[in-house]
């Protein structure tokens, strides 16, 4: 999956760096707690977050993240903007909540960073 | 390269201009051509030190050296101290207030994470003195 199809999913406003919407994402986490993030999340990383201060930024710089998306509508200062430009981080903006970016995404094959396999689905859950 | 020394002066409270240390370390990293998975050990460690001078300290500074097989980080402050380091080392142990959480931090991972990162991780903390926190990063070849 690519930035541009999170961003057609989510139908996400592009904030900045949108020349590189062509980097793939190869897994996704989402969370308010920045040594969360550091704790669990792998290069490459999409990363979800209600957050919009500078350390968003700086923690997404840290792990190689492909890109940050705002969730619930929340918009980043132009400080944080500022910064994400000159580390050449994309940053897309949507109204969503948390729950329903992370769901949308894991519905079109985007994975999260869990290192345990994830259990098989019951059968009474797949026969409705 | 034979040996680089970084140096920062970390002040309290200083959410303008956090995070600028690791981020610096993580690029003169880079630039010398370190290992990836050093880089990503060592700046996460150096993020973690430099948020708690930040967070919780009266300000402090963090020095970092570089070695062609090792890295060091040396984050040191002027108090107030860490009372129990058993304590404060458990995942989910933090007394980072309300207002420090809603930024992002206060998880209680900072002080785990570094010691994940850390091939050896020392700290020295007495009430009312300062803490200082050492770590040390090396290539993990496999044998
Ligand atoms: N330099 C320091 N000076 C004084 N107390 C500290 C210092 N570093 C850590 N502590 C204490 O140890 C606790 C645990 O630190 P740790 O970094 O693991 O978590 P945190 O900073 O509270 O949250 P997080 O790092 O997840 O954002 C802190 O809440 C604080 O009480
Ligand atoms: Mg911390």
Partial sequence: ?128 | MTRIDLEFTIDALDFVHAGEAASRVKRTLEHVGMEREVVRRASIAAYEAEMNIVIHSVGGTMKVTILPDCVEIVATDRGPGIEDIDLAMQEGYSTAPPHIREMGFGAGMGLPNMKRCADDIRIESAPGRGTTVRVIIRPRHAA
């Fill in chain 1, 1 to 128: 999956m690519t930035l541009d199809d999170v961003r057609r999913y989510l139908g996400a406003e592009v904030i900045c760096c949108g020349e590189k919407l062509d980097r793939e994402v190869t897994s996704a986490f989402g969370c308010d707690l920045m040594s969360d993030v550091l704790a669990f999340a792998r290069p490459g990383t999409l990363l979800l977050t209600g957050l919009t201060n500078s350390q968003v930024i700086h923690t997404a710089e840290l792990i190689d993240a492909a890109g940050v998306v705002f969730v619930r509508g929340k918009h980043p200062s132009s400080e944080t903007i500022r910064l994400s430009i000159e580390k050449g981080i994309p940053l897309l903006a949507t109204r969503l909540l948390l729950y329903d970016s992370c769901g949308l995404l894991f519905s079109k094959g985007l994975r999260g960073c869990s290192t345990v396999d994830l259990p098989e689905t019951p059968r009474e859950a797949t026969a409705i």
